[in-house]
């Protein structure tokens, strides 16, 4: 378990909290792109606490701004796009995407005011069919050149979705392999044992018969879930956590061509956005494959299931062809993240064997806090070039002979990648 005090650093995250200024050292996504198209309007967002809108000029260029007029505080997402900028309605200051103030309508002719003033502005990146934005101070690092940002749109599927609790619970809700034999069991009538033996001797883990490995990585944590099957062989399953807020994992892919992906990023602390990612590096994705798992996501990319309805918990169906009665993977997981409140208290835990890879990314984040307090750069912020690239972000599920290495098959697996990368999307 955490103390108070670990807890409080891991789950709050405005301006100027330790934990805050660790997630602003990192790009984030605060919109799909397909939020803002050319002429659309302006976007009223808050993100890390922070209100803020989101803006796309006459130019196409993307910018984040204040949501506050710097003049008396209007609210700028109600603003006209025009004059290469985001003007306010109420006495016409018009802001670029930087944040300078270009326009003052209402000073003295030959006035140098409006150089004066410029608003609270964040870069923006557009890739992968999402913007990206970086918060902290300073000079930006690299955005990560994660393979699913640079694979043509045919390749990759992205969406998101509203949850109402704090941005580290879906985290660790990632981090945990073991659900999965249970959570998302399809359609047994589900005993724990009757699970366990539908699995045995499948392509499945077993409740109480897997055995989980991890190891710290440049990018984070990498996990692997060993099951000893019946035939004697192991069944493989590889996931990762990437600092600070994303998790990846054979998913629907299921294979070393590509992988599915959460992206958590706080809304404030007890609400967050989940962006849900799948690619493929080599070929098209199925697309109505992605959205039935993520089930039906409704107006403002909230879940038509929620705490609302109760999930539409069918608990007819628990002894017939149901484990949860929750018939989507994206509900079933809201479900357990946000049943453990607004902020789970980790003092109240009690942590088992099967938790070590959650174990070892809070370690990762706290040590992160701490490399930002001493005014250093946290794990996985990438400033060089020369190593912005991530083919040892490997995701599989293989069966092998017992007495296989998996962080052998990891490294075979990472040569294999780079020497095969995906196409970028030209610049």
């Given at each position: ?12 995250t405005g301006p100027g909290t330790p934990g805050g200024d660790l997630l602003r050292r990192y790009w984030q996504p605060v919109a799909l792109a ?50 290469g900028g985001l003007r306010c309605l109420y006495h016409g200051w018009l802001y670029d995407v930087t944040g300078q103030c270009l326009d003052q ?284 690239s991530f083919p040892d972000i490997v995701v599989w599920r293989q069966i092998v002979p017992e007495g296989t290495d998996w962080q052998d098959l ?18």
């Amino acid at each position: 378990m955490l103390t108070r005090e670990e807890n409080e650093l891991l789950t709050r995250t405005g301006p100027g909290t330790p934990g805050g200024d660790l997630l602003r050292r990192y790009w984030q996504p605060v919109a799909l792109a397909e939020e803002l198209p050319l002429g659309g309007d302006p976007l009223p967002i808050r993100v890390l606490g922070e209100d803020l809108v989101l803006f796309r000029d006459e130019a196409g260029r993307v910018g984040l701004l204040g949501l506050h007029c710097a003049h008396r505080g209007a609210d700028l997402s109600y603003g006209r796009l025009e004059d290469g900028g985001l003007r306010c309605l109420y006495h016409g200051w018009l802001y670029d995407v930087t944040g300078q103030c270009l326009d003052q309508p209402g000073e003295p002719e030959g006035s140098d005011f409006c150089r004066k003033i410029r608003q609270i502005a964040y870069p923006c990146q557009e890739r992968g069919s999402l913007i990206l934005a970086y918060l902290g101070p300073g000079e930006p690092p690299l955005l990560p050149n994660y393979d699913f940002l640079v694979v043509p749109d045919e390749s990759r599927f992205v969406s998101k979705y509203y949850q109402e609790c704090n941005y580290w619970q879906g985290v660790e809700g990632n981090l945990d392999p073991v659900h999965n034999n249970l959570l998302h069991h399809p359609n047994h009538n589900l005993s724990h044992t009757a699970v366990g033996e539908a699995f045995r001797g499948s392509r499945g883990p077993v409740p109480g018969r897997q055995r989980l490995d991890c190891a710290e990585t440049r990018f984070g944590v990498e996990l692997c879930d060993t099951t000893l099957l019946d035939s004697g062989q192991l069944n493989m399953r590889t996931y990762n956590y990437i600092m600070p807020t994303m998790a990846v994992f054979p998913g629907t892919i299921g294979g070393k061509d590509g992988y599915s992906g959460n992206w958590h990023v706080p809304i404030d602390d007890t609400h967050h956005w989940k962006y849900s990612i799948t690619f493929l590096r080599h070929e098209a994705i199925d697309r109505e494959l992605e959205e039935s798992r993520l089930g039906h996501v409704g107006p403002g990319y909230r879940l038509d299931q929620n705490k609302a309805n109760r999930y539409r918990q069918d608990r007819s169906l628990l002894q017939t062809r149901s484990y949860t009665g929750i018939d989507s993977f994206a509900a079933q997981d809201t479900w357990a993240t946000e049943g453990e409140g607004e902020i789970f208290n980790r003092t109240q835990e009690h942590l088992g064997s099967t938790d070590k890879i959650i174990v070892a990314a809070r370690r990762m984040m706290l040590k992160g806090i701490e490399q930002v307090r001493a005014g250093g750069d946290p794990p996985h912020v990438v400033r060089d070039p020369a190593e912005n690239s991530f083919p040892d972000i490997v995701v599989w599920r293989q069966i092998v002979p017992e007495g296989t290495d998996w962080q052998d098959l990891r490294r075979q697996a990472a040569q294999e990648i780079a020497a095969s990368p995906s196409e970028p999307v030209p610049a």
